[in-house]
């Protein structure tokens, strides 16, 4: 059982069972914020924290994560944080100059003559019992062209079994409105919960709001208390937080 290290939703749900977790949100909604606070404050949790990078670097998750927080401290967490980064075998056969790059992962990736699939595999065997934060699976959706769609599904639906064989909760940070809808649909019903986040306009102000759409073990008992979403705020000391709930009347 895990904890998703955001205080109010972990007093209201509980602990969350293993198993793969869609964020799906409208860019800047807050699902990237939700998975970021989530690994930061289970560092101390007593079972690993993983962060997996499709597209970026280790650098630029470090930056990204100092950003995210600008109040909080943070060096003494993020170097207990696994960072994975898998970006030179996702831009390997792209346009992208290979001297972007750490040439040092560059070599690796050159001398193991493995594809991006693979390594993904690689990684995943090695965990167990921990928390990850796949960054992203609309990353690796869109390389679905050159990888095959059905071998993208096919490895999804592997790490949904494989996170409930090996006691692993996978957080996979899904963007609204990029993929195609069937694709986006069919990722959607193979994982075990869904979290969506939005952005609703109103006057002169934005809100984010986070809804559960479906979650196995969860849903029960939000609408035994009536919950229908939350409201949510980016706080630059706590990251993700919860500022209030809305109910069904």
């Not at 560059?106 to 965990?127: A, P, R, Y």
């Not at 769609?149 to 790490?159: A, C, P, Q």
């Not at 952005?199 to 073990?217: A, C, H, N, P, Q």
Request: hydrophobic share 45%.
């Amino acid at each position: 059982m895990f904890k998703t290290g955001i205080e109010f939703l972990d007093n209201q749900v509980g602990s969350l069972n293993p198993g793969f977790i869609i964020l799906h949100e409208v860019v800047g909604a807050g699902g990237r914020e939700f998975a970021s606070t989530s690994i930061i404050n289970n560092v101390d949790s007593g079972y690993q924290v993983h962060y997996i990078a499709i597209t970026k670097s280790r650098d630029e998750v470090i930056h990204d994560l100092q950003l995210m927080f600008p109040d909080l401290n943070l060096e003494t967490r993020i170097p207990r944080i696994r960072i994975h980064s898998f970006a030179t075998y996702y831009f390997k056969e792209s346009v992208v100059p290979a001297h972007w790059f750490d040439e040092k992962a560059i070599i690796e990736t050159l001398k193991s003559g493995k594809g991006l699939i693979e390594v993904i595999v690689d990684e995943f065997e090695k965990l167990n019992e921990c928390l990850v934060f796949l960054d992203s699976i609309t990353d690796l959706a869109r390389a679905s062209k050159r990888l095959g769609r059905e071998n993208v599904i096919d490895l999804l639906k592997g790490l949904r079994t494989l996170c409930i064989k090996r006691k692993i909760l996978l957080l996979g940070l899904l963007t609204s409105g990029v993929l195609e809808k069937s694709l986006e649909g069919e990722i959607l019903d193979l994982v075990d919960g869904v979290l969506v986040f939005e952005l609703v306009t109103e006057k002169d102000s934005i809100t984010r709001w986070m809804y559960f759409r479906k979650f196995l073990g969860v849903l029960p008992k939000l609408e035994s208390e009536r919950i229908l979403k939350y409201n949510i705020r980016l706080d630059p000391s706590q990251g993700f937080t919860i500022s209030r709930v809305m109910r069904i009347l």
